[in-house]
C-alpha cells in the first residue's frame, strides 16, 4: 500500500491490498500497559529507558528450513498452533550453493546506529492511526529477536488526553511532530517505524527475513524497502519493494468472502511517474494458508527476494511466490505510461529493471488502522469500527475498543523479527 508521500526521508507509503467511551477501558488497557499516567493537555516528552516485557527465548540459528513456533513465556498467549509448510505447492528448486554473505542483522541488540527510529505525527498516504516514536515500549530486543509491539497512548496518557491534549516527542524528526484534539483525537496507538537509511542499502542480491507476524484486530506489519535516494523522482517514480505485509485480522474478508486476514501475506513493487500513477497490481503476489489452517502469526516464516539486474522474485517459506523479468519496454512500458499519462520515459536512460536498478534500504513498521482496511469488507465476530465518510474516524475507532482491544496481547501483538542476512545476486 503506498505509505510515503515522496522523498526519501517521508513517512507513510504503500500499496493497495483497510460512542460512547467505555467505563471499563482502564481493565481493557491492562493487557498493554503495566499503569497509566493521566497527563494535562501538554506536549510530553520522549522516554527510552523503559525495559522491555517477558519474550519469547530464541530459537537458535542457523533456523531449521521448516517453520518452526516460538515457545513462549507464562505472560504469551496460549495454545497458538504449530506452524506447518505450505502443503500442495510445488517446492522451488533454490540453488544448493549459498551466495556469500555480504550483510546481516542477527538482532543481538538494537542498533541504533544502524536502524534509525522515524519520530512523527504522519500518518502517511493511508491516514494510520499511530504516532511513531523511539521508545523501547515500542521497539525493543530480547534474546536475539527484534520486537515491534503497538500499544495504547490512553495506556500512559489517560483516556481524557486523547479528546483534550496534543502529543509531541522531543526527537521528532519528521514533520508534523504534533498530534493533537480537534477535529478528530489524539492518535490513539504508539509504534514503531526503524529504518537503514544512512547505514545499509544495496543493489541486487538476494534477502532472507525470517519473522513472525503479530495477530490482532487492525494491525498492519510490514517489512520494506525505499530507494536510498530519489534518483528518479519522489514515490513511486524511484519504486518501493514491499517484501511481507499483512492484515491482522484473524477473520476478516472481503464482501465476496475472500480471507484478507492473518492468514494471507502479500509482496508488492511500487513504480510509476507520480503519486497519482501508482501501478502495483500488475507486481503484486499472495500466498494464503487458509487450506491448511496455519496463519502467519502461529510461528516464524522465511520471506524471501532474489534481485538481479534482469528479474526480481519473492518466495515465502522456500515456495515460489511470484516474481517478474525484465519487461519489454520496461516499466514504463509494462504500466502503460506511454499512453497514460505519456510524455518522456523517466526510465529511459536506467537499466532493464529500472527503477529498481538502485540501492535501496530496509524499513520495518507495524502500523494500525487506515486505508489498507477498505471499507466494505467484513470482520468477525465484530465490523469494522470506522469508516472514511467519517469527520473523526480515529475517535470511532478508540470509542469501540471492545470490538478489537481482546484480540491484541503484550505479546502476540508485536511482530517479531529474527535476522535479515543479504547475500550476494
Not at 120 to 139: H, K, L, M, P, W
Not at 224 to 230: A, F, L, Q
Not at 232 to 240: D, V
Not at 305 to 325: A, H, N, R
Amino acid at each position: 500500500m503506498p505509505r510515503d508521500a515522496g522523498g526519501v526521508a517521508g513517512l507513510g507509503r504503500r500499496s493497495s491490498i483497510g460512542s460512547r467511551r467505555s467505563a471499563d477501558a482502564a481493565a481493557a488497557l491492562l493487557l498493554v500497559a503495566a499503569s497509566a499516567v493521566i497527563v494535562s493537555a501538554a506536549i510530553v516528552g520522549a522516554g527510552v529507558s523503559n525495559p522491555p516485557p517477558a519474550t519469547p527465548r530464541r530459537i537458535g540459528r542457523p533456523p531449521p528450513p521448516t517453520v518452526v513456533r516460538a515457545p513462549g513465556p507464562p505472560s504469551a498467549p496460549r495454545g497458538r498452533p504449530q506452524a506447518v509448510p505450505n502443503r500442495g505447492v510445488q517446492q522451488q528448486q533454490w540453488p544448493r550453493n549459498r551466495r556469500k554473505l555480504i550483510w546481516s542483522e542477527e538482532f543481538d541488540r538494537l542498533d541504533e546506529n544502524l536502524w534509525e527510529h522515524l519520530v512523527t505525527a504522519s500518518r502517511g498516504f493511508n491516514d494510520e492511526f499511530q504516532y511513531y516514536r523511539n521508545d523501547r515500549r515500542n521497539s525493543y530486543v530480547n534474546n536475539g529477536v527484534l520486537y515491534i509491539q503497538p500499544t495504547l497512548t490512553a495506556a500512559e496518557y489517560g483516556d481524557d488526553f486523547l479528546y483534550k491534549g496534543q502529543l509531541q516527542y522531543n526527537n521528532c524528526n519528521l514533520k508534523p511532530c504534533a498530534s493533537a484534539s480537534g477535529k478528530d483525537i489524539v492518535t490513539p496507538i504508539q509504534s514503531a517505524r526503524i529504518r537503514t537509511l544512512g547505514s545499509f542499502g544495496f543493489r541486487y542480491g538476494r534477502v532472507e527475513v525470517r519473522a513472525r507476524m503479530p495477530r490482532g484486530d487492525w494491525i498492519w506489519p510490514a517489512i520494506w524497502m525505499k530507494p536510498v535516494e530519489n534518483f528518479y523522482g519522489g514515490w513511486p517514480a524511484s519504486g518501493e519493494i514491499d517484501i511481507v505485509e499483512v492484515r491482522s485480522n484473524r477473520k476478516l474478508t472481503t464482501a465476496s468472502g475472500v480471507s484478507q486476514g492473518i492468514d494471507r501475506m502479500g509482496t508488492t513493487l511500487h513504480f510509476g511517474p507520480n503519486s497519482s500513477y501508482n501501478v502495483w497490481r500488475l507486481t503484486h503476489w499472495e500466498r494464503s494458508l487458509e487450506d491448511v489452517g496455519g496463519d502467519y502469526s502461529d510461528g516464524f516464516h522465511i520471506y524471501e527476494m532474489s534481485w538481479t539486474e534482469k528479474k526480481i522474485e519473492f518466495f515465502v517459506d522456500k515456495t515460489y511466490l511470484g516474481g517478474i523479468d525484465a519487461p519489454q519496454g520496461g516499466f514504463w512500458k509494462l504500466g502503460g505510461f506511454d499512453e497514460n499519462p505519456g510524455g518522456k520515459n523517466i526510465w529511459e536512460n536506467g537499466g532493464p529493471m529500472a527503477p529498481f536498478d538502485r540501492q535501496f534500504f530496509f524499513v520495518l513498521n507495524v502500523a494500525v488502522g487506515g486505508r489498507f482496511f477498505p471499507d466494505g469488507w467484513k470482520n468477525y465476530p465484530y465490523p469494522k469500527p470506522w469508516n472514511w465518510t467519517s469527520p473523526h474516524p480515529m475517535q470511532d475507532f478508540w470509542e469501540k475498543r471492545n470490538w478489537w482491544l481482546p484480540t491484541w496481547d503484550p505479546v502476540g501483538s508485536s511482530m517479531w523479527v529474527d535476522y535479515i542476512r543479504v547475500y550476494d545476486s
